[in-house]
Structure formats: C-alpha cells, structure tokens
C-alpha cells in the first residue's frame, strides 16, 4: 500500500511550493493552456504570453479532438487579447522563453513536470496554484489537522463547504444531509431517453477552421499522430462559450443532473451531465464560481417556488469542489512516485483494439458503445470511465501507469494531474487503498442495472462460463481468484472473497478468463 511520508505533501517534498507569492501585476503572466480564464491575471490589462508548443504533441499520442481543443482554446484567446498577448508557435516553451529579457511570472501548473521546469527556469517569478475552490495551503492546514486519519474525500468537502458558507443554513447543510448521494443510483430511464433536453453546443470558426487545417499537415508530415475522430467541436473554448455551457446547465439540466447520475444510455450519451470539466480544466471557469452559480440557481428557483432537487445540486457541487479538488490535493500530497503504484502486480499492455479506441473490435455491448463514443468525442462521463473502462482494465491486469496514460491521452479533459489519482488509486486500486477502501470491480449484474446495455448484448451478465459467459462477469472472480492473498487484509472484500469457494465451476472459470486474457471481448 502507498502512503506519503511524514506530512505527506508536496511542499514538503519542495519547500518552494509552500512559499509561492500570490500576485505580480506588474509582470507579463505566461498562462499554461490550462490557465486561459481571467482568474489567471491580477489585472484585467496585464500582459500575457501564450505558447503553443509542438512538442507537446509529438511526445504522446493524443485524441484529435484533444489536440483541437488545446489549441483552439489557446488561439481564441490571444485574438481575445489582441495586442495584450503575444502568442508564440514553437517547438518548445524555451524558444519563446528565450525571448524575454522582462521578468516573466505563472501560476504555479498543475503537473510535477511543469512545475519542476518553471522553477528551475531562470527569470521566471512563480505564483501560487490557481483554479480551484482551496489553495494548496488550506488543503494542507486541514490534512495537519487531521492527525494519523485518512484524509477522506467526504470529510474535506464538507470541511470546505463549512468554511466557504456553499450549501449551508448557519451552521447546518441545507436540508439537514451532508451528503445526498444515495439517491443519485437510481438505473438508466426505463423508456431508454435523457431525463434532460439536448446541451447547447458551440458553432466552430475560422480559428477552429486553421487550427484543423494545421492539426492534418502536422499529421500528414509525419510529425504528430492522433488517435480517434476528427468532429466538431463540443467543447467551450472561450470564456464567452463556457459561460453560455454553464447557464444552459444550470437552466436545463441541473434539476435532472442527481438521479440518473450513474447511468448508462446508449443512445443517450450524455444524459444530464453537464459537459463543463473540459472548459474547468482548461481554466476558462473558476470552479469556486460554478459552485456559487449552482447554489445561487437552486436558492432563486426555491424562492420562487420551483425548488430544484437538492440532490442535484449538491452532487453536482460534490463533483466541483468535493471531488475535483480532493483530487488535485491528493496528487501533490501522495508525491511524484505514486504514479508508479501497482500493489495488485498488474503488468499487461494495453491491448491494441483498447489503444485505438477500435469499438467495431469489440462483442460486448457496453465495451463497444463506449470506445465508439470516446473515438468519437473524446468524452464520456464518470460511470463508463470508471465501471466499464476502469473495471476492465482491472479485472484483466493492466498496467496502472499505461491506463493512466491512455487515460489522460484520449479524453479531452484528461490531464496528469486528474488521471493519476483517479486511475492509479481509484479504478485500478494500484495504491492498495490510499484512495479507495476497495476494488473498483464488479461484475455484469451492475452493468445490467445501471444501462441498456445488456439486452443486446452476445453476452449474458448473469452467466461466468461458456461461450456466452459475459466478460465482467467472469472477469470479476477470477480478478479475485487472482488477487485473493493481497486483498484478504481488507475488511470490506471478505465477504466477496468468501463467495470464491462457494463457486465450484471455479478453476474453469479461471481457466477460461486466462484463455480470453485482454483479447477483444
């Protein structure tokens, strides 16, 4: 099991980060293309320097629309900025870096390689992290007092709630419950339809004209490669875009968003989500304003007499400042070597059909529909990510550190400092528990609860053997037969690691899980 060591956090592992300044107007702020929101500059007229660095793309293999998506959000705002920004077209930051005799300052980045290169950049004054609802130092005030505790996501949400009055009545979360959760599992919608309208979407430009136009010839010289479709843009990439996104959710979809939550359509992929943590992430929104426009919505419909469903506010402000946020903490508090946790010893390659998001590949329904919508969009939402994706990939040994990158790669909110915690610690269980009390595994009976996708499938949830055998299913016990002796310390697999040695077709069901191995289910 990983744990950080003493006090665990980032500044303590690199004093500089606990003494970041916290503004330098009078300095041209370079903003990462994850920093393109005004929240990112201490004055509205403050200089700014943009780079758009080949080299970030030539390294990995990312999601076209990704790659889009970066870039057009990166463009948009030098034209919004006009003469404020300089905007360089390079191989790399140090060409235009370079450039600059003036003191340049930047908010503290979101990855241990980034920051590791800003501070040992000469020149360069580096800020205190921006874009998210607590600051690295409040995090780490709380986990201090907290002694040898876990450092639970529940516990530092509504110590955060408490501290920035979101959601509370005095002293008292709104409605008397902390947490609303357990009514945001209810299944797919019998009828097989979104329990909300269509999201509005974006209308592309001439920018995102250019951008797809250089996107094919760094492609077609052999300098770049992409994974999935080219397609229109989803996604906000101005502050204009992201704003009109956050109030057609708020408008439309919020009050719909808690229940079906966890569900699965396929011919519904988005449901009631919002669609927001791409333009979150790139910085276009402060989290801590989404939260407030939430809140402020449901204060205003309830004066009016149209209260929206409070679990639906408060899982979706959950998912922002609970979540989101624990997220970013715990991948500077667990340190730079968590990535490489793998307690479980899972060790196999992603396999190729997986790596190209090649959905026709695949029998399995809910397997297929979700690579076709990711090879499609780039996106889907928490569950397929996690129960289809995620729980593949568990119960057949993959390895951690290559999910995490495919991860980050092939969606287009996907950053390191997302992907690590959730991947490594969270769906493939790699960090033995610092993250999550247990396996993210389960068999087909979940899928068949929570989706349509079962009815047709060639694959039968309910069946662990023979040709029919559906591959989470039997995936799920011999993922435990496998992992029997390092998960029998933990309290909460005992009764299903029980259920092992009532299962006599069991050697056969292992035997047959190791014949199928990562081969297209």
């Known amino acids: 099991m990983v744990r950080p060591g003493p006090g665990g956090g980032a500044a303590e592992r690199d004093p500089a980060l606990a003494d970041f300044p916290e503004r330098s107007p009078a300095t041209r702020r370079w903003t990462f293309a994850d920093q393109l929101g005004p929240h990112f500059l201490d004055a509205p007229d403050q200089p700014v320097l943009l780079i758009e660095s080949k080299a970030v793309f030539a390294r990995r293999r990312f999601h076209r629309q990704k790659a889009h998506l970066v870039l057009s959000a990166l463009r948009h705002r030098a034209a919004e900025l006009g003469d404020q920004a300089h905007l360089h077209q390079v191989t790399t ?59 639970l996501m529940e516990d530092f949400y509504r110590d955060a709630r408490r501290r920035l009055g979101v959601l509370m009545d005095g002293a008292e979360p709104l409605g008397g419950t902390w947490n609303l959760d357990h009514e945001n599992r209810e299944p797919a919608p019998a009828d097989g339809r979104s329990p909300a309208p269509e999201p509005w979407w974006p209308t592309e430009d001439e920018i995102d004209e250019q951008v797809r136009a250089d996107l094919d010839r760094w492609e077609a010289d052999g300098e770049v490669s992409f994974v999935g479709d080219d397609g229109r843009r989803l996604f906000p990439v101005t502050r204009e875009e992201a704003i009109t996104r956050l109030h057609d959710f708020l408008r439309s979809r919020l009050g719909a968003f808690g229940p079906h939550e966890d569900a699965m359509l396929a011919g519904e992929r988005w449901l009631a989500h919002s669609l927001l943590s791409p333009a979150i992430n790139l910085g276009l929104l402060d989290p801590l304003e989404v939260v407030h426009a939430a809140e402020d919505t449901a204060r205003a419909a309830a004066a009016d007499g149209e209260p929206l469903p409070l679990n639906s506010v408060e899982g979706f402000v959950r998912q922002v400042m609970g979540w989101r946020d624990y997220i970013w903490h715990m991948y500077w508090h667990l340190g730079r070597d968590f990535r490489h946790a793998n307690f479980l010893r899972a060790t196999e390659p992603v396999p190729g059909w997986m790596a190209e998001l090649d959905g026709s590949a695949v029998d399995a329904a809910c397997l297929s529909d979700v690579l076709d919508d990711l090879r499609r969009d780039g996106w889907v939402h928490h569950i397929p990510r996690l129960m289809v994706l995620g729980n593949y990939a568990l119960q057949r040994g993959i390895d951690p550190l290559a999910m995490t990158d495919w991860f980050h790669r092939t969606f287009v909110d996907g950053y390191d400092w997302v992907m690590v915690a959730n991947v490594v610690g969270m769906s493939q269980h790699a960090d033995g528990g610092a993250l999550a009390t247990k396996p993210y595994a389960a068999g087909g009976a979940y899928i068949d609860r929570m989706s349509d996708y079962c009815g047709g499938c060639p694959y039968d949830p309910k069946r662990r053997l023979g040709d029919d055998a559906c591959p989470y299913t039997a995936g799920y016990w011999a993922f435990l037969e496998r992992n029997r002796e390092r998960l029998a310390g933990n309290q909460r697999m005992r009764r299903p690691l029980q259920g092992l040695d009532r299962l006599k077709d069991l050697p056969l069901v292992v035997e047959q899980e190791a014949a199928r191995g990562t081969s297209a289910p």
């Open 93 to 151: 930051y140090a060409e235009a870096l370079d450039r600059y005799d003036e003191p340049v300052s930047v908010c503290a980045p979101t990855t241990w390689s980034s920051r590791d290169y800003v501070l040992r950049r000469p020149g360069l004054q580096v800020l205190a992290a921006r874009g998210f609802v607590s600051s690295q130092g409040e995090f780490a005030r709380w986990a201090e007092g907290r002694g040898r505790r876990r450092l």
